[in-house]
């Protein structure tokens, strides 16, 4: 069943709208901040607003309230400046510990560290709390780290205001393009490699990953494109590799391009990580346990998601976030990779699965070993080891299209009638 979001603004447009006045100055080169703040404020009282767009709002009208210091004492600015910005570090702060959901609750600090926040943020809260509230100088620059902060960690991340019809029409040229661009790329990266040059090599990673998001830009469809070019082309998987076999090539050549995306477009991980799921628990006619093209890309996450310089590119909150998407699918699109899967994150030692999960997996697990793939066909056959308990429904035995168990479906017969 679908699950509709009510926001305070009409249209998403609306929103990328107050973004740009409050951000930048529009094309007619006036500031247009005042109205963005006084707008915002009107959509805290239609209902919930996200804090990021009321911290914003409120940093901003204290940028304004001091440039109208002609008529406002310095106290009094500063006044208006520590309110928004302890209003702005404990709200998300608050937001973390409601995530935890933990009998004890993490320190502001901690929660500060897991969310990407910078800790002099949470210092300064502390100091403007319980001590005297900071000098004009101080509160100026932290409210200016603050906003691009805020810029980095939500309003970047709003997905562009773009038709499906035109979202459409670009996205066949957008893979044309994509697919000569990283062939390219693989192979003057490849023989850079072999010819050890570093300088090179490098080069060709930096210029390629910045053609690559300006390409994609903040859009979703744009991104997922360019990666299903990556997964659909198997261009992430040596072309004559047997199953089995080592995937150093590829991450050689592959890593270094992807991590910088990754790096400098946070949303591209997301999107990679959700591609390589769904063709991974992907449902196909041969076994999946003799998938090579499978087996590579679970290969890919497991990179993605343990190797160290991976996951210095994303805060503790988006690693939990990765772990708890990966182990959905593991439990929902039961195969051999995603059991598969599924152990090499109970093996590692700073995984943990979620409670809520963790029965789900084991039971998807139990099903899908006692299906096995070897069974697939015999399972697809209703007639095949139809006797003994499924005897008694005859032939209204049915397969489920997953391992997880047979369904039977009881005969119908009019109510009243004893078989």
Known sequence: ????????WRHHSDLLKVRQQLYGRSKDGQDHRRHAVNRVLAWKLRGSLPHAIESTALLIDAILHHASSASNSPFSIRAVYTAAFTRFVTGFCDIGRNKERSLEPSSMLDIAKQIGMPVEFVALRHEATHEEMPGIGRLVKVTERALKWLWEVYWSKLPEDESAEIVAASLASLKDEARRLLKEFRMTHREALRAKQSVVAQDSVSRTSEVCRSLCGNSNAKMSAFVEVLIQDRLLSPSKRKLGALMD???LIWDPLLKD?????????PCLVTGILEAVGASSSAPAARDVDKEALSQWLIQIDFDENWMASRSDHEQHDLEVEIWKWC???ANHWTSW???KLEQHNDAQIPGEWAELLQASRLGYEEAGEDNAEDLADPDVDARGALSAVGNASQSVPSPWSRVAIPISTPIGVVL
């Open 341 to 343: 899967l599924g152990q």
């Open 261 to 269: 995306i990754a790096r400098k477009q946070r949303r591209f991980i």
């Open 1 to 8: 069943m679908a699950r509709y979001t009510i926001t305070p």
């Open 249 to 251: 090539g590829a991450f």
């Open 331 to 333: 439990t929902l699109h």
